[in-house]
């Protein structure tokens, strides 16, 4: 069981614009089947987690917020109850070990914001980073990472308009 930050970002390492728009991403063509893409990760992932400004995001977004995945927000506001959706300020290292109790061996993917990966990396719970690179860059916005971390190169690929890069976490 690896806990994976996966994430589509930009050149300049940004996930979101400052007004956290993802047109920029959205607009962008990738094959659903091919290499490095969402569904296939989705399906190795058991649970998630995510800040309070994604989880606003999926709600401003989508009819259907989520799928049956059980899923972790991380905040101290007050958020509509939702069917799979944790609301808990707890500490990360809580937060893992109720995502893993959950998880039946699968993988545990951390959604983002790029400070909530870094709580996750401070605490010695981060494994793997999945990138995939739009061809754009922002100037500003959401960082993809906040931290020094060292890295090493795993997989590369292309889809499309996106480079995919596969990274494991150096301890
Ligand atoms: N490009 C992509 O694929 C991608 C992926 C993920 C996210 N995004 C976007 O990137 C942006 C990320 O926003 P963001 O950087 O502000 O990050 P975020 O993690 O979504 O939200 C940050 C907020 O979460 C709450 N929070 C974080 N850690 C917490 C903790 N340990 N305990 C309790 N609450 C905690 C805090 O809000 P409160 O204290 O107010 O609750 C904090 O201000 C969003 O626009 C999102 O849609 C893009």
């Not at 609301?87 to 790029?114: C, N």
Request: charged share 25%; net charge negative; glycine share 8%.
């Amino acid at each position: 069981m690896a806990t994976i930050y996966y994430t589509g970002c930009t050149l300049d390492g940004f996930i979101a614009t400052d007004d956290h728009s993802l047109d920029w991403l959205t607009s962008r063509d990738i094959d659903e089947d091919g290499p490095m893409a969402y569904p296939a990760f989705s399906e190795r992932t058991g649970a998630c987690v995510m800040g309070a400004n994604t989880w606003q995001w999926i709600l401003d977004h989508d009819e259907d917020p989520w799928g049956p995945k059980p899923t972790w927000v991380v905040t101290h506001r007050e958020f509509a109850p939702t069917q799979q959706v944790r609301f808990t300020d707890d500490d990360v290292r809580e937060v893992h070990a109720q995502m893993s109790e959950v998880a039946d061996g699968k993988d545990l993917w951390i959604v983002g914001g790029g400070e909530l990966v870094g709580q996750f990396h401070d605490a010695g719970l981060l494994d793997e980073v999945w990138l995939q690179y739009a061809p754009v860059t922002l100037g500003s916005g959401a960082r993809v990472l906040p931290r020094h971390v060292e890295l090493r190169l795993e997989e590369v690929a292309r889809n499309r308009d996106f480079l995919c890069g596969r990274y494991s976490v150096v301890r």
